[in-house]
């Protein structure tokens, strides 16, 4: 069955350690996410990705970093230069014109 | 820059119950607007999309209707049941290609 695999299901970061969540998606869509949620936030947008080799910031894009160098997968890195990282990270991706977003099931990562 | 709300933050209501969820969004000029399910520590499922040409979308017991000139979006849920109790997000797409922007949704509880 098509969908999207995020990986791990939970992660601890060490103080002043890049952390890599994975993202894998075989529906053949062409647009990706990574959106943050917070208890009370809503998602909010990191990057996103609409074409393999292209990807654009989203509303809080600092500290992290994104590749696309598939289609079908766009990796998120969170950086220590990202201080307070502990949250639920979404990835989802869709057709072009926003039709059939789908959702991973999200990384937890925490700071230890 | 759009923003999106959704009114009220928690719903708590019967069995049996038919309930409306408020959404509404500052820039009118809008693409397409979607409505998530979200279930405790899960990813989001897609309900319902609709496009900006659209007034309004049907699924099953669910329907979500879209006002574009007064920036607003209901989702009506009929006979509501406890397997309906989750978070329920709506967001907006503001042009073909761009990444969803999200409410911080309203949480449901049904009881039995």
């Known amino acids: 069955d098509g969908g999207i695999t995020q990986s791990p299901k939970y992660l601890f970061r060490k103080e002043g350690q890049n952390v890599t969540l994975s993202c894998e998606q075989n529906l053949n869509h062409d647009a990706m996410y990574w959106y943050r949620q917070d208890p009370g936030q809503g998602l909010r947008l990191i990057y996103y990705s609409q074409i393999v080799n292209d990807f654009q910031k989203g509303d809080i894009a600092e500290g992290y970093s994104v590749s696309r160098e598939k289609k079908e997968s766009f990796p998120l890195t969170v950086t220590s230069a990202q201080k307070n990282p502990t949250a639920f990270y979404l990835c989802?991706?869709?057709?072009?014109?926003?039709?059939?977003?789908?959702f991973g099931s999200g990384t937890r990562l925490t700071v230890v | 820059k759009q923003e999106v709300t959704q009114i009220p933050a928690a719903l708590s209501v019967p069995e049996g119950e038919n309930l409306v969820l408020n959404c509404s969004f500052t820039?009118?000029?809008?693409?397409?607007l979607q409505w998530f399910r979200q279930d405790p520590g899960k990813g989001l499922t897609s309900l319902l999309l609709?496009?900006?040409?659209?007034r309004e979308q049907t699924s099953g017991r669910l329907n979500a209707s879209l006002d574009k000139s007064s920036g607003r979006s209901t989702l009506y849920i009929a006979a509501s049941q406890p397997g309906d109790s989750a978070t329920y997000l709506c967001a907006v797409g503001n042009q073909a290609g761009t990444a969803l922007i999200f409410g911080k949704g309203t949480t449901l509880s049904v009881s039995s």
């Open positions: 820039d009118s000029a809008i693409y397409n």
């Open positions: 609709i496009q900006s040409s659209q």
């Open positions: 989802a991706s869709s057709k072009r014109d926003n039709y059939g977003y789908t």
